[in-house]
């Protein structure tokens, strides 16, 4: 019995000895497993049996994919700046055996390792770019640490920068940048809108209807001729306030400012602002239509800003009159002294159209871009009478030292219409409408405008300069204001840069408002074109002066070669609305804020 009993025992012994050697392995892990102190075997996941006594589970790896977050870092940048930056490393183990017996305390390992080599790549890294280059710092630590943890049995799927934490110092420096941008962008919006109001404000639209509407045209017929930047736009206002009542018509424009066909109207595209083969076969089409009319017809004459080019019958040789136009672009001269030449030279200026049209009616409605609204110099008054007279035509050759041919000379000495009988004229826009719907709507924003002149007339830089000094002697009065100069400068070619004289403006502002939080200066064209370019004008704020010293571009360089466009280019400071369909010269504003 007793043997009985031992033997009994002796098997539930070895059987407790057996069921406690029964591994199960699970999913996702494997164990590694020595015999007699030397490593064996690796088991998978499933069933396995240790032999007692002389096996032994020496670790236990879990195949999944690991977190490690490793607390903030000490790392000094290129240009000496020490900042924190923690990380968060994911990892996986490849191979158990190397993993056990590769490195004591692997995440020990991986987080020193980690630390050496962000301090190594951010030590080749300045400030900025270290801030900025998240993606680049992720993928030099993923690389780095991949390779060096293969022999750990280790592979290092990606690293994630956390947190780069700069000295207190700078982060002040960083959020006072921030404010300061976002300071700009909010000045950038209400430029931006107070000068799309404006320029919407000068739309000839509700000023052709009032002209037009309940106007009796009597029995005879309605001859439309439109001419100008606006032509398309006003043209397109009458045609849809009087119908069929207009039996034909032609629309003269600047290239690009067409907006398709209206009606049964003609449309002519051509160049501006030198005049060119399109300018003179549109204009004589407008005189084949206006040929041969009676005393009881109408010509609705539609007149904008740069009809003196675009509306154009020469009497002088084509290539004269482009030398003429380009040397008085050139000189300096004025709008009202450009036109007085032009009258000379012309076969439709100076009242001529006009006289063209008799016996017929003449209804002229004009669109002026021109300080002071003298009709007989808007497009150089085709159908109004010329008050310049051939003295002041020769003064005007003379003071600017102007080459002519011996014709040009000899129509010199000819005087132009003095009085017509068959024009009524009315005035629909003036750069003085759109500096009071610029001072509108600078209330609306918050702004207390206070309009300096609707009669600006100078040098574009020394306007520029002007509005500069006027924003720092109106910081000091502790106001938000906006200061409004309608007019149009001039610009003396000196150079042979890209811009024109809006853009010429406003650069020249520039150096006076610098470092002044909350100022800026824009300058626009209200046609939505400034000088040979596709911008309309151009804007300046308290950091463009340092922005493009950063580019290398020097201010007084630039505008000594005439080369605002680039300038204001490379500090996004360029004004770019397309053809606006209206021209009332320019609106230049200064923005204060104390």
Not at 70 to 78: C, D, E, K, N
Not at 295 to 322: H, M, N, R, Y
Not at 475 to 486: E, K, Q
Request: charged fraction near 20%; proline fraction near 4%.
């Amino acid at each position: 019995m007793v043997m009985f009993f031992l033997i009994l025992a002796l098997v539930f012994v070895v059987l407790l000895v057996i069921i406690t050697n029964i591994v199960i392995v699970p999913q996702s892990k494997v164990y590694v497993v020595e015999r007699l102190g030397s490593y064996s075997d690796t088991w998978s996941a499933g069933l396995h049996i240790k032999i007692p006594f002389i096996e032994r589970i020496a670790k236990k790896v879990s195949l999944k994919e690991q977190v490690a977050d490793f607390p903030p870092q000490p790392v000094i940048t290129r240009d000496n700046v020490t900042m924190q930056i923690d990380t968060v490393v994911f990892f996986q183990v490849m191979d158990a055996k190397l993993y056990t017996y590769g490195v004591n305390q692997p995440i020990a390992a991986i987080e020193s390792l980690s630390a050496t080599t962000l301090r190594n790549i951010i030590g080749e890294m300045e400030l900025d770019h270290t801030l900025t280059s998240r993606d680049v710092i992720n993928g030099k630590i993923t690389a780095i640490l991949d390779e060096a943890t293969d022999k750990w049995g280790i592979k290092v799927n990606r690293v994630e920068v956390k947190n780069i934490i700069p000295p207190r110092e700078i982060q002040e420096a960083m959020e006072k940048q921030m404010k300061a941008e976002r300071e700009k962008r909010a000045v950038i919006l209400k430029a931006d809108g107070e000068k799309q109001a404006a320029i919407t404000a000068a739309q000839p639209d509700e000023a052709v209807r009032k002209a037009l509407e309940g106007r009796d045209f009597g029995s005879g017929r309605v001859v439309l001729v439109a001419a100008g930047k606006g032509a398309w736009q006003m043209a397109n206002a009458a045609s849809r306030i009087l119908g069929s009542r207009i039996d034909t018509g032609i629309v003269i424009t600047k290239y690009d400012h067409s907006k398709g066909s209206i009606a049964n109207f003609t449309i002519r595209e051509a160049g501006h602002p030198i005049p060119d083969e399109n300018s003179f076969i549109a204009t004589q089409k407008a005189l084949d239509l206006v040929s041969g009319l009676t005393a009881q017809d109408t010509v609705l004459f539609l007149l904008s800003g740069g009809g003196s080019a675009l509306f154009e019958k020469p009497l002088i040789p084509a290539a004269d009159l482009e030398e003429l136009t380009h040397n008085l672009l050139v000189c300096g001269a004025d709008i009202v002294e450009i036109n007085t030449l032009r009258k000379r030279f012309s076969g439709v200026k100076g009242g001529r159209f006009a006289q063209l049209c008799a016996p017929a009616h003449v209804v002229s409605i004009v669109l002026s871009d021109i300080l002071g609204d003298p009709l007989d110099m808007i497009a150089s008054g085709p159908a109004y009478p010329d008050s310049s007279t051939c003295a002041q035509a020769k003064e005007i050759v003379q003071k600017y030292h102007l080459p002519m041919t011996e014709q040009m000379l000899a129509l010199l000495e000819q005087e132009t219409p003095k009085a017509l009988d068959n024009v009524e004229t009315q005035i629909t826009g003036s750069v003085r409408q759109l500096c009071a719907a610029a001072a509108a709507t600078a209330r609306t924003l918050g702004y207390e405008p206070l309009i300096l002149t609707d009669c600006l007339s100078c040098e574009a830089r020394e306007a520029g300069v002007f509005l500069a000094n006027m924003v720092r002697y109106q910081r000091t009065a502790g106001r938000r204001i906006a200061l409004i100069a309608g007019g149009e400068t001039v610009v003396h070619l000196t150079g042979h840069g890209k811009g024109g004289r809006n853009q010429e403006l406003a650069l020249a502002a520039a150096p006076g408002i610098a470092g002044l939080d909350g100022c800026a200066v824009f300058s626009v064209g209200s046609d939505g074109t400034d000088g040979p370019t596709d911008a309309a004008g151009g804007f300046v704020d308290s950091t463009t002066q340092a922005a493009l010293k950063s580019q290398g571009c020097d201010i007084f360089a630039t505008l000594a070669d005439n080369d605002a466009y680039h300038a204001l280019q490379k500090c996004n400071g360029l004004i770019i609305t397309g053809p606006t369909g209206t021209n009332v010269n320019d609106v230049s504003v200064a923005l204060v804020r104390a």
